[in-house]
Nanobody
Framework: QVQLAESGGGLVQPGESLALFCTASGSRFRVNSMAWYRQAPGKERQLVAVIVSGGTTHYAESVKGRFTISIDDAQNAVALQMNRLKPEDTAVYYC????????????????WGQGMQVIVSS
């Protein structure tokens, strides 16, 4: 049973930094990719950043230059460093992992963390 454990959410003031962490456990395979999504009140869940095991990254326009995603694919772990936080970054942040379904590694299962609240407010 694959589980994603998240940590690092909290309350910060505008302009401050915060780091989020997530580790996927319970799989014998390395992750194919890991990502962070967020959902603000009354809005749909949106992609914040994604990183593939080879290191390729993609960021939402709203966080480019402020957020950095990194992966330790040997540990099935991902981090999101968030700098120069803004009130509009306030949301529940979710970790996502795509892991091979079997040893052929041609199909993937997707897993989600429970979500962490990040509040940016003065």
């Amino acid at each position: 049973q694959v589980q994603l454990a998240e940590s690092g959410g909290g309350l910060v003031q505008p302009g401050e930094s915060l780091a989020l962490f997530c580790t996927a456990s319970g799989s014998r395979f390395r992750v194919n990719s890991m990502a962070w999504y967020r959902q603000a009140p009354g809005k749909e869940r949106q992609l914040v950043a994604v990183i593939v095991s080879g290191g390729t990254t993609h960021y939402a326009e709203s966080v480019k230059g402020r957020f950095t995603i990194s992966i330790d694919d040997a540990q099935n772990a991902v981090a999101l460093q968030m700098n120069r936080l803004k009130p509009e970054d306030t949301a529940v942040y979710y970790c996502n992992a795509r892991i091979p379904a079997d040893s052929r590694q041609e199909t993937f299962d997707e897993y989600w963390g429970q979500g962490m609240q990040v509040i940016v407010s003065s």
